[in-house]
């Protein structure tokens, strides 16, 4: 047997080419990663300040001709909406309306449960939002405006990584798909289109609106975002976070969990491979456990709540004073559709006198048309739904099954779908399937767009004039 002997100097010379080629090859992946990174800013650059200039004129432009509306002091006895001046009250009109009032209110004043019955009614709404607010106050920012920076700051990381989240799965999906997805991948048309259609979506004004819907979206994107790159730790402390924004937060443990056992996951590969089946993809490791931490946000405000003199359960029993209630799995589903088909028939009917649907005090015109809007919500979101399930990973349609099931089974009396644009809202995966769909028809993305703007302008418009929305 004969042994082959390497020259050492050859060897060393070997070596000495070997390290700058590593280098080069990291520093080639540094250079790719960073130019991503300047592609997500850029997009989301654009889709940020073009959506937020048609909220501000559409908002804007409705007060400045037609007025503020009759609604202004009715649901705003404290004026924290307002005193801004004149002219700032004015450009305030796109943020501040409604359910802002709640918000406001519990930045400034605190959650005071020992006050009983008279403060219960805010417990519905979760701490996380208003106390950001109320941070940025007590430095010396006016109650709306600090609204608005938060919103818009927590609107900003959320496209930023919607855009990162739908780069990595668009590049799967790209592998399993025609030609034409792949070379809209390849342009990066998937992401950007993403990113515009969550920014124009037809309720987006509530991103940038005193509200907790940009904040909640930035949380679980990044969530689902650090669970794909293996960061479980991090992506449990986000859904805490969630957890203590939105009562759904807590639901994040359940596509974290099937990211972790399931997958698919950027940090390793998988522990079994093989055929499908129920049997986890990833091994339990000591990260594990991190999971357990999601529900920790709602857990400290319950015990928050209980410590300062209040019930523990006191955001659950809240949901009466919005008329909530259970109906059953899904039930609000079909309480829905009939209300819409006696709105039709009120609408046909051309009077009052009769009420086909008790849809609460007010104009039965108006209710009536609430709850063919919301149903027209419904019925869209169902194709999306169904495709988030064939075309994402599990743990997107799973995500979307579940925080829907909560507010589908839980209708409100007259108006059994109420708030139900602004569940779909933050639920990403929606948009996700959506730019899939559409990436690589440019007819289909301008209508949609052009579409979904008329009526992000629409509703933006209704809003700041103080008429019910979602």
């Not at 700051?153 to 780069?167: C, D, M, W």
């Amino acid at each position: 047997m004969s042994t082959e002997t390497v020259d050492p100097a050859i060897a060393a010379r070997a070596n000495e080419l070997a390290v700058p080629a590593a280098k080069g090859v990291e520093e080639l992946g540094r250079l790719e990663y960073d130019a991503e990174r300047a592609t997500a800013l850029k997009d989301v650059w654009r889709a940020l300040w073009s959506s937020r200039l048609l909220v501000w004129c559409s908002g804007v432009g409705v007060v400045l001709a037609l007025g503020q509306g009759p609604m202004r002091h009715a649901f705003n006895p404290t004026g924290l909406t307002r005193g801004l001046g004149r002219i700032g009250d004015v450009l305030a009109a796109p943020a501040a309306r409604w359910d802002a009032a709640w918000y406001l209110v519990i930045a400034h004043y605190g959650y005071r449960p020992d006050l009983g019955s008279f403060t219960a009614s805010r417990t519905a709404v979760f701490p996380l939002y208003p106390l950001t607010v109320g941070g940025l106050e007590r430095l010396g920012a006016p109650p709306v405006i600090a609204g608005v920076l938060v919103s818009l700051g927590a609107l900003t990381v959320a496209l930023y990584g919607l855009h990162r989240l739908t780069t990595l799965e668009a590049a799967i999906l790209a592998s399993k798909r025609d030609g034409r997805l792949r070379a809209a991948i390849a342009a990066n048309d998937m992401p950007r289109l993403v990113v515009m259609l969550t920014a124009f979506a037809p309720m987006a004004f509530f991103f940038s609106a005193v509200y907790n819907e940009s904040l909640f979206l930035a949380l679980s994107v990044w969530a689902f975002l650090c669970a794909r790159r293996g960061r479980f730790g991090s992506a449990a402390a986000l859904g805490a976070l969630a957890s203590a924004t939105r009562n759904t937060g807590v639901l994040l443990v359940v596509p974290v969990a099937l990211l972790y056992l399931y997958g698919p996951r950027e940090d390793r590969a998988p522990d079994f491979l093989g055929a499908r089946s129920l049997r986890p993809r990833y091994r339990l490791r000591p990260d594990g456990p991190w999971l357990l931490l999601i529900p920790a946000g709602l857990a400290l405000y319950m015990a928050h709540l209980a410590i300062a003199g209040g019930d523990v359960l006191a955001p659950f029993h809240a949901q009466a004073a919005w008329s909530r209630h259970f109906a059953g799995p899904l039930a609000g589903v079909w309480d829905g559709a009939k209300a819409a088909f006696e709105g039709a028939r009120q609408l046909l009917s051309m009077q009052r006198a009769h009420l086909y649907f008790n849809a609460g005090p007010g104009s039965p015109f108006v209710g009536a048309g609430h709850n063919l809007m919301l149903f027209a919500f419904l019925l869209a979101a169902a194709p999306m739904i169904v495709g988030v399930l064939r075309t994402l990973p599990f743990a997107y349609g799973a995500y979307v099954l579940g925080a829907l099931a909560l507010p589908l089974s839980y209708p409100v009396a007259g108006q059994p779908l109420m708030s139900l644009p602004r569940f779909l809202l933050v639920l990403f995966p929606l948009n996700m399937w959506l730019g899939a769909r559409l990436a690589g028809h440019r007819r289909a993305v301008a209508v949609t767009l052009v579409l979904s703007g008329v009526l992000l302008a629409f509703f933006t418009a209704e809003f700041a004039t103080w008429h019910w929305v979602a």
